[in-house]
């Protein structure tokens, strides 16, 4: 439907004008006269066209509609769906099943072509031929906006406009329910490398709130891209309290929400999916809700709360704008100026202030309601770093004499070393590891069912993160590639050596079969008669020469 046309149509359905509204208290006024008269009625209905500059036969339609319930609601202009309608019936069939069949496709197909095709077929049967209005009003009567949108529409966000979003997230106390959700920071910091020069780069912000308080309970600040590690440091500083964190970063505040969630709202991301991030819930019983997929709506709490701070970073020095018209020309990599320490602790004080701002809407403070319902809450007690290593990522390796392998790296420590005569009943070994540093893995005692960290084997404990070991063992790699036809020229070689030294057993073998072949009879001479001897010849007398005797 054309955009004109269904401008149109909503607006004589949705909205009455004030000149609309007079008009009808007027219209209404004259009508009671003629109803209330007791004179002859077709005088004062002439009397009330005249007024109204109205013919008589439209005085006698307005009549008929007044006349029910008297309200002036009724002699409004009616809508295109509230018209009786004038087309013969096998006109209106005509127009449904083309419209339906050349117009209510997926591909986009314009308007003009299918009234056109409406008309020919109108005239081919021998009835009337609409026009191109009366063609475009009928589509609103003929489909809902959801019919329309799913049918020409191949964006499912255009069929999600048109629903209702009334939101699901409930929560009736503290921890009850919490969302947790990550977003690159609108700003730039910057950092000084010894040796290496100058970064600026946006981290990525992983942030934990409360939905019954709307209090923000924990965050991460990471410079790598959303993964198991930002969700396993989010919920570390989440579930644990924060004075210690708060003291180490010279911060004199109170942050007082701390607990185990009852239940965690998470999109589809892999983070969210992994082994490690729902073993890990299981343990500390959190249960796990995913969004439905493309109902963003449904994490309104943690994304509105995310554009909060993104709003307080976007007005300090190296701001990188909320978009890319937001931040225009600005140079926010070269007015950057806060470090990854800095910015840390600029967020945590926005926190802390969000957390002590009133809501707008429900009037209430978080902090407020944070303690008027925190005393019912249990304190278990978590350990900052045992909550971690429940997080990190994990794996299964097999226990041998010389320890476990990992990263192509080998790892041992003595109290593994008791477990190798068990190894083949135990199975394989849980591990976790940090990625910020492989010189040491945690392995799970199968004992005391504890995370015990194990060093490398080597004796190297120097902190080598992950990404940083990668890296070098693909410059090596690189370093060491040798070409695809390097690779097969010494394989040449021996084959070519070895296809010219045969064994001497085989060539023996080939000799004998040669022998045999030349003494076995053959068929042809089989097959030939017998040779005649040769006939004798008679003896010649031999002539002799005559000699002169001297």
């Not at 209905?45 to 005085?59: D, P």
């Not at 097999?398 to 005569?421: E, K």
């Not at 392995?443 to 993160?465: A, K, M, N, S």
């Amino acid at each position: 439907m054309p955009k004109r046309l269904h401008d149109q149509t909503l607006a004589a359905a949705r909205q009455i004008s004030d000149e609309q509204w007079s008009m009808a208290r007027r219209i209404a006024r004259e009508l009671d006269k003629v109803l209330d008269d007791g004179g002859p009625r077709q005088a004062a209905i002439k009397r009330a066209a005249a007024e109204l500059r109205l013919t008589t036969r439209q005085i006698y339609n307005l009549l008929a509609r007044y006349r029910a319930d008297r309200t002036v609601t009724a002699l409004l202009p009616r809508t295109a769906s509230s018209r009786r309608k004038r087309l013969p019936e096998e006109v209106e069939e005509i127009i449904a099943a083309t419209l339906r069949e050349k117009w209510l496709t997926l591909e986009p197909t314009a308007f003009a072509p299918v009234v056109d095709e409406i008309r020919a077929r109108c005239e081919e049967a021998g009835v009337a031929v609409p026009s191109y209005v009366t063609v475009a009003r009928r589509i609103p009567a003929l489909f809902s906006p959801e019919e329309v949108a799913k049918k020409r529409s191949a964006n499912p966000k255009h069929l999600l406009r048109l629903k209702p979003r009334p939101g699901y997230i409930h929560a009736p106390h503290p921890l009850a329910v919490c969302q947790i959700d990550h977003t690159p920071t609108d700003i730039n910091f910057v950092e000084v490398v010894d040796g290496a020069g100058v970064f600026v780069g946006r981290p990525y912000l992983t942030v934990i709130t409360d939905v019954a308080t709307r209090a923000m309970v924990g965050f991460c600040l990471t410079l790598e891209k959303p993964s198991v590690l930002s969700v396993a440091l989010c919920l570390a500083q989440a579930m644990c309290p924060k004075e210690t964190w708060l003291a180490a970063r010279n911060l004199n505040h109170t942050w007082p929400m701390f607990g185990r969630p009852r239940l965690l709202v998470t999109d589809s991301a892999k983070e969210f999916k992994g082994h490690a991030f729902q073993q890990g819930c299981d343990d500390y019983g959190i249960r796990i809700r995913y969004r439905d997929r493309g109902r963003v709506h449904h994490g309104g709490v943690v994304e509105r709360l995310l554009g909060k701070l993104n709003a307080v970073l976007v007005t300090y020095p190296g701001s990188s704008g909320r978009s890319v018209a937001h931040r225009d020309e600005y140079p926010s990599e070269r007015h950057a100026c806060l470090g990854f320490a800095d910015l840390e602790r600029s967020i945590a004080l926005a926190v802390i202030d969000h957390n002590l701002q009133e809501n707008s809407k429900t009037l209430k403070v978080p902090i407020t309601e944070w303690q008027r319902n925190s005393s019912e809450l249990p304190d278990f007690g978590d350990d900052p770093q045992r909550v971690l290593l429940s997080f990190l990522p994990r794996t299964e390796r097999q226990l041998s004499p010389q320890g476990i392998s990992m990263f192509a790296l080998h790892y041992y420590s003595p109290w593994l070393g008791i477990l190798v005569p068990e190894r083949d009943r135990l199975g394989k070994l849980e591990v976790r590891y940090d990625p910020r540093d492989i010189s040491h893995v945690y392995v799970r005692d199968p004992e005391t069912r504890l995370f015990r960290p194990v060093e490398r084997r080597d004796g190297q404990l120097i902190p080598l993160t992950l990404w940083e070991h990668e890296a070098e063992r693909a410059r090596r790699r690189t370093n060491n590639h040798r070409s695809n036809v390097e690779k097969v020229v010494f394989r040449r070689e021996i084959t070519a050596i070895a296809e010219t030294a045969k064994s001497s057993k085989r060539r023996l073998r080939d000799s004998v079969r040669n022998a045999h072949a030349a003494a076995a009879e053959k068929p042809y001479a089989l097959m030939q008669p017998p040779a005649l001897p040769p006939a004798e010849h008679p003896p010649r007398q031999k002539r002799r020469l005559p000699v002169e005797d001297w």
